[in-house]
């Protein structure tokens, strides 16, 4: 069946390193991503989105790459922080979910100092 | 401040309570979800409203009563749960049912004992 889930469930990086968060899909009707933050004790929060139209979107520190090729989608951090630890995961809206996101099953970054 | 916000955080109620779950978006959305995470589990769809009309009940226990009585309020009434629908409840709205963005609020941790 359809899916969206990430390659890793944990991650833990040294402050000041960059990171990369994968996410692996396999309806290759998806045109609409997302990744999603969550800190502990806390709802998910947007971070940043991309349609299936663009390869590469970057925001502040933050950086999506879509490789439809492979159905690939990653999420990179520069110059991680401390305050970046958190669970983060992925979202797609395929034809098969309803155009309605689903979500993958999420992976914990730890920043050490 | 995400646009959408849960009361109670924190809610402890036993199997033979009746209590209710709030939520509120000031986004101008129109339509609004209730999700729920347990641990190591992907977010779980539960209800879809869209313009105050039901469009998703996803095979969720009739314990579980959902209310919209507005494009803004999303109620979620609890009755006779079970210690397994400990969760975290997330409350969720988007500009529109499908191919939106979707943003969280904080949600509400549920302990049934």
């Known amino acids: 069946g359809e899916s969206v889930g990430l390659h890793l469930p944990t991650l833990s990086v040294q402050e000041g390193d960059n990171s990369i968060i994968n996410c692996a899909y396999s309806n290759s009707a998806s045109d609409y991503f997302i990744w999603y933050k969550q800190e502990s004790g806390k709802g998910p929060q947007f971070i940043i989105d991309?349609?299936?139209?663009?390869d590469k979107r970057q925001g502040q520190r933050v950086t999506v790459l879509l490789n439809k090729t492979v159905k690939h989608l990653s999420l990179q951090i520069a110059a991680t922080q401390p305050g970046d630890s958190a669970v983060y995961f992925c979202?797609?809206?395929?034809?098969?979910?309803?155009?309605?996101?689903?979500f993958g099953e999420g992976t914990q970054l730890t920043v050490n100092p | 401040e995400t646009g959408v916000t849960q009361t109670p955080r924190h809610l402890v109620m036993g199997m033979t309570n009746k209590k209710s779950l709030k939520c509120e978006q000031h986004l101008g959305h129109n339509a609004m979800y209730w999700y729920k995470q347990s641990a190591k589990k992907p977010l779980e769809l539960m209800f879809v409203y869209n313009f105050k009309e039901q469009t998703e009940n996803n095979s969720v226990p009739s314990r579980f009563s959902p209310e919209c009585p507005n494009s803004s309020h999303l109620f979620l009434h609890l009755h006779t749960l079970q210690p397994e629908d400990s969760a975290l409840y997330l409350c969720?709205?988007?500009?529109?049912?499908?191919?939106?963005?979707?943003?969280f609020g904080e949600g509400s941790w549920l302990t049934v004992v």
């Open positions: 969720a709205s988007s500009q529109q049912d499908s191919g939106n963005t979707i943003y």
């Open positions: 979202a797609e809206n395929g034809e098969t979910s309803g155009s309605r996101l689903t």
């Open positions: 991309i349609r299936s139209n663009m």
